[in-house]
């Protein structure tokens, strides 16, 4: 099965600390992803990336950016974390490139910015 | 990206009454996908659509994609407690990354 790993479930940052969400997938996956759920939003698409060193901006990229430095490894950071960007953020692998895809899932990390 | 809208937004049902959730899009999609989320999980793949037409299940569920392939839905007969969750559609075009509805959020009463 394929395992993507979150490594943070629940976070309390403060206004203008910087945040870094770690995401880890198993299956050697292409594709990463980073999205944000709000209630009544959906799941928007903040980054992407289809390679290594790769990185594609989302529809909601503004105050985020995200390292990848190995395959298995995505990493969201928050500059300044600010208190609208209290929310669920969920990162996610896919095989490879191509809408058809199967996109799995992480368990979510819940962040509140106080 | 250009959303998918998805209706309703919520939908509460009697257990063992029926559910349906729509996905409709303006632009020709060359798949749809459905994800289901628990309360407090995270989104799972359920099925994925390609074909014009096309029409699948899984036990209680229904999927369908539309003729013109614009528009699914997912159907659920006689819904169940382990039903409740909600429901995403999610568009394929291309190479360019799914693009999720809103999600309907599904609650069924005992």
């Known amino acids: 099965d394929v395992k993507v790993t979150q490594s943070s479930r629940y976070l309390v940052k403060r206004t203008g600390e910087k945040v870094f969400l770690e995401c880890v997938q198993d299956m050697d996956h292409e594709n990463m992803f980073w999205y944000r759920q709000d209630p009544g939003l959906g799941l928007r698409l903040i980054y992407f990336?289809?390679?290594?060193?790769?990185?594609e901006k989302g529809d909601i990229p503004e105050g985020y950016s995200v390292s990848r430095e190995k395959k298995e490894r995505f990493s969201l950071i928050l500059e300044s974390a600010s208190t609208n960007q209290t929310s669920m953020y969920l990162c996610?692998?896919?095989?490879?490139?191509?809408?058809?895809?199967?996109?799995?899932f992480g368990e979510g990390s819940w962040l509140t910015v106080v | 990206g250009q959303q998918v809208m998805q209706i309703p937004q919520y939908q509460h049902v009697q257990e063992g009454e029926d559910f349906t959730t729509y996905c409709n899009s303006s632009t020709t999609l060359s798949n749809i996908q459905w994800y289901k989320q628990r309360p407090g999980g995270h989104p799972v793949f359920l099925i994925q659509?390609?074909?014009?037409?096309e029409v699948k299940k899984q036990k209680r569920l229904t999927f369908q994609f539309g003729e013109a392939k614009k528009n699914s839905s997912l159907h659920i007969t006689a819904t169940q407690t382990t039903d409740v969750g909600t429901y995403f559609c999610?568009?394929?075009?291309?190479?360019?990354?799914?693009?999720f509805g809103k999600g309907t959020r599904l609650s069924v009463i005992a």
């Open positions: 659509l390609v074909k014009s037409g």
């Open positions: 999610a568009k394929g075009s291309g190479n360019t990354p799914l693009v």
């Open positions: 990336s289809y390679d290594v060193k790769m990185k």
């Open positions: 996610a692998s896919s095989q490879a490139r191509g809408a058809a895809n199967t996109i799995y």
